[in-house]
T-cell receptor
């Protein structure tokens, strides 16, 4: 079975530009998560969805960040406008029935560089 | 508040040595879940194990073993006869009873030299 698929793998953009990261979860998984990894802050949860509905977005750093899940097989994380401090690796992950019942499976990540 | 501490920032061993990665957690919940993930140089995060707080049995999977001790709030990970391919960053993580927030430790960099 295909794992979590993220695109693009690398993104380089200039400050002020809009950035959209994409994710396709594992088919049948009810939960989708967006994580960010930086040297300073490690791995931190940004937002997660259950059955396409955002459940906890308390980790979203600012209004510049937004996430959507229009259907069970697709989610986006958008940053508008982007800033150099947004440079990080962004991971999408999915879980079959939530972490109390099943593990988190991660995609390969998108490395974002904002210059 | 939940917290995971991986005090070892970096460990270097020679191939075939055994190595233990420490993980100490903090939670007020009686029901919680612990995880280990591996992040090799290629960057992906690979799931290794998930354990709930009611199951204190140690687990062995090939060269990997995990020692869960509630009395010391620890969930340590041992690699027996380490190999160069084990070189990676290893993360311990905790989920409390409610919600689906997985809190990660800072990670331990393991370098296995041939």
């Amino acid at each position: 079975d295909a794992g979590v698929i993220q695109s693009p793998r690398h993104e380089v953009t200039e400050m002020g530009q809009e950035v959209t990261l994409r994710c396709k979860p594992i088919s049948g998984h009810d939960y989708l998560f967006w994580y960010r990894q930086t040297m300073m802050r490690g791995l931190e949860l940004l937002i997660y969805f259950n059955n396409n509905v955002p459940i906890d977005d308390s980790g979203m750093p600012e209004d510049r960040f937004s996430a959507k899940m229009p259907n069970a097989s697709f989610s986006t994380l958008k940053i508008q406008p982007s800033e150099p401090r947004d440079s990080a690796v962004y991971f999408c992950a999915s879980s079959l029935r939530g972490l109390g019942n099943s593990p988190l499976h991660f995609g390969n990540g998108t490395r974002l560089t904002v210059t | 508040a939940q917290k995971v501490t991986q005090a070892q920032t970096e460990i270097s061993v020679v191939e075939k040595e055994d190595v233990t990665l420490d993980c100490v957690y903090e939670t007020r919940d009686t029901t919680y879940y612990l995880f280990w993930y591996k992040q090799p140089p290629s960057g992906e995060l690979v799931f290794l194990i998930r354990r709930n707080s009611f199951d204190e049995q140690n687990e062995i999977s090939g060269r990997y073993s995990w020692n869960f001790q509630k009395s010391t709030s620890s969930f340590n990970f041992t690699i027996t006869a380490s190999q160069v391919v084990d070189s990676a960053v290893y993360f311990c993580a905790l989920k409390e009873e409610y919600g689906n927030k997985l809190v990660f430790g800072a990670g331990t960099i393991l370098r296995v030299k041939s």
